[in-house]
């Protein structure tokens, strides 16, 4: 599946409008401007391999990122894993992202940054990983 989830909440009922994820980024389906969460949209990861493992991932202190300076690297997204109460309780608590010629590439925790975005947050905790 490739969308996620535009939740805007009424008094009454939740209304759902699915789009794909790249149209997050800058406009809707019918060519509207909308809220802009990821700087772009990638699919793939364009840093060299790193190598690191969950023990050296864990030895990086989180910090506060803004989802709007994030590019993302992964382009699908499976919304029923989105919606799951458990979806993002196995692995690390905080997104992997990999810093890069200027630029913050989301590897890991694309799930928990749109999570983020649907209860309105600007930023999301994770691990940076700077390359040179």
């Known amino acids: 599946m490739n969308a996620v989830i535009d939740c805007r909440a009424s008094v009454h009922s939740v209304q759902y409008r699915t789009w794909r994820l790249d149209e997050w980024a ?4 019918d060519g509207r401007l ?3 969460i990821f700087k772009r949209v990638g699919e793939e990861r364009p840093y060299p391999e790193h190598g690191y493992v969950q023990r050296q991932w864990a030895a990086i202190a ?3 990122i803004r989802l709007d300076q994030l590019v993302t690297t992964k382009r699908i997204l499976d919304l029923e894993q989105l919606l799951e109460d ?3 309780f196995y692995g690390d608590l905080f997104a992997h992202v990999i810093f890069w ?6 590897e890991d925790g694309l799930h928990r940054a749109l999570r983020a975005a649907l209860q309105q ?8 990983l700077e390359l040179k």
């Open 26 to 29: 800058g406009r809707s389906p």
């Open 34 to 36: 909308c809220r802009v």
């Open 62 to 64: 989180p910090q506060q």
């Open 86 to 88: 458990d979806s993002t």
């Open 101 to 106: 010629h200027g630029d913050y590439y989301l």
């Open 121 to 128: 947050r600007q930023t999301m905790h994770a691990r940076v």
